[in-house]
Each structure stands twice: as structure tokens, then as C-alpha cells.
């Protein structure tokens, strides 16, 4: 199947500083790609949808200016967590797109924690 | 409201044996697909299995089957010949409308068990 990777796979930040979390699609184009949350031992939640070349549509109760979203290739999405708190550790995991309805291919997840 | 509702929390099964996984779900949309996916404790999403609302026949891949009871909104996993492997967070998800631009609303899962 399609492969999506995301990097880092774990980060750990200072709290005040911003965080780049990449979503690549690896052999095939993905126009949309969304990026979602887990906290522990919960369920993932939508936090917004990224669309190529176009602004992102964002989930009630995020916070744009804070998860900055920049989807400016085809293959590439970008999350950037700005000025992390504590309470912004999290499983950030991204998913994109193929062609087909039942195709939606997850990226291995970015574990941050932010101290 | 919850669209997609997973209320085993957890559940344990034998090696070999096999064992069903709920899922109930709400929309009011004629077209939808429902999703089941499979998340080891690495983190990693793993699809198992797809069923759209108008297909007619259960949908099954390899081990997983999908019960799919429309009427009463269910889709239920099965798993069958349960293996050690099999330990994992199980999540129902669902995809509403015939556009595949949309994102998935997931269930709060199960925490599955294999025991020897």
C-alpha cells in the first residue's frame, strides 16, 4: 500500500518554543491530508484538514495561530506547534488521501512532549 | 453527539479463538464508509478493513470480517483465530458523504487482549 512517513518520530521542546512536525506522502500525490491528536489512552481527534495549496480548515477549538498548517506541495504537509505548553504532549499523527474512497493511508505518528 | 460508538473497553481472548468487536454508529447521510483500524502500541494506524453503505456483502479480509448490520447501524469486527499479535487498540471510524474529502470520526476503541 501507500506509504506515508511523518518526522520526527519524537521530539521533546522547552515550553515557549515552536515545534515542525512533516507529513510526507512517499509514491503517490495526496491532496488532502489531515492531521489529527491522541492524548493517552484516547481516541484521535481531527485538529484540521490540510488541503494543497489552499489555507486549512481547522477543527472547533483549535487554534490556527497555534497549529500552524502549511500544505505546500503535493507530497508535504507541515504542523507547526508554536510556543508549546506542557499541555500541547500529545501523539500528533497525520493521514493523507489516495485516490480511491476506502484509501486513507496514516503516517507512523510524531510523540511530543513538551517540558 | 458520538457518531461512532465503541462500548468495549476492553476485551480478552484466547489465542485461537475468536472474538467480536462493537461498533455502533449515527449519521443521517445515505453514503458513508466505515473503517476499522488496528493500533499496536507503537502508535501506528494499521487499516484492517472497509465497508461503504451500499455495498451488499459483508466485507472481509483474510481474518477480519466486518458484520455489518444496517438497519441497526452496527459494524461489528470479527476477528477469527485469534494470535498473540492480535494484542492491540482496535478503533471503529467512520467516513460520511460519497466525497473521500472528508476526515475520519473515530470511536474511543477497544483495548484488545490474546491470551495463551
Known amino acids: 500500500g501507500a506509504v506515508v512517513s511523518q518526522h520526527p518520530s519524537r521530539v521533546i521542546c522547552k515550553s515557549g518554543t515552536s515545534v515542525k512536525i512533516e507529513c510526507r506522502s512517499l509514491?503517490?500525490?495526496?491532496?488532502?491530508m489531515f492531521w489529527y491528536r491522541q492524548f493517552p489512552k484516547q481516541s484521535l481527534m481531527l485538529m484540521a484538514t490540510?488541503?494543497?495549496?489552499?489555507?486549512?480548515?481547522?477543527e472547533q477549538g483549535v487554534e490556527k495561530d497555534k497549529f500552524l498548517i502549511n500544505h505546500a506541495s503535493l507530497t508535504l504537509s507541515t504542523l507547526t506547534v508554536t510556543s508549546a505548553h506542557p499541555e500541547d504532549s500529545s501523539f500528533y499523527i497525520c493521514?493523507?488521501?489516495?485516490?480511491?474512497?476506502?484509501?486513507?493511508?496514516f503516517g507512523p505518528g510524531t510523540r511530543l512532549t513538551v517540558t | 453527539a458520538q457518531k461512532i460508538t465503541q462500548t468495549q473497553p476492553g476485551m480478552f481472548v484466547q489465542e485461537k479463538e475468536a472474538v467480536t468487536l462493537d461498533c455502533t454508529y449515527d449519521?443521517?447521510?445515505?453514503?458513508?464508509?466505515l473503517f476499522w483500524y488496528k493500533q499496536p502500541s507503537s502508535g501506528e494506524m494499521i487499516f484492517l478493513i472497509y465497508q461503504g453503505s451500499y455495498d451488499q456483502q459483508n466485507a472481509t479480509e483474510g481474518r477480519y470480517s466486518l458484520n455489518f448490520q444496517k438497519a441497526r447501524k452496527s459494524a461489528n469486527l470479527v476477528i477469527s483465530a485469534s494470535q498473540l499479535g492480535d494484542s492491540a487498540m482496535y478503533f471503529c471510524a467512520m467516513r460520511e458523504g460519497s466525497n473521500s474529502g472528508y476526515a475520519l470520526n473515530f470511536g474511543k476503541g477497544t483495548s484488545l487482549l490474546v491470551t495463551p
Open positions: 493521514s493523507a488521501l489516495g485516490q480511491e474512497v476506502d484509501e486513507q493511508y
Open positions: 449519521t443521517s447521510d445515505p453514503s458513508y464508509g
Open positions: 509514491d503517490f500525490q495526496a491532496t488532502t
Open positions: 490540510s488541503n494543497e495549496g489552499s489555507k486549512a480548515t481547522y
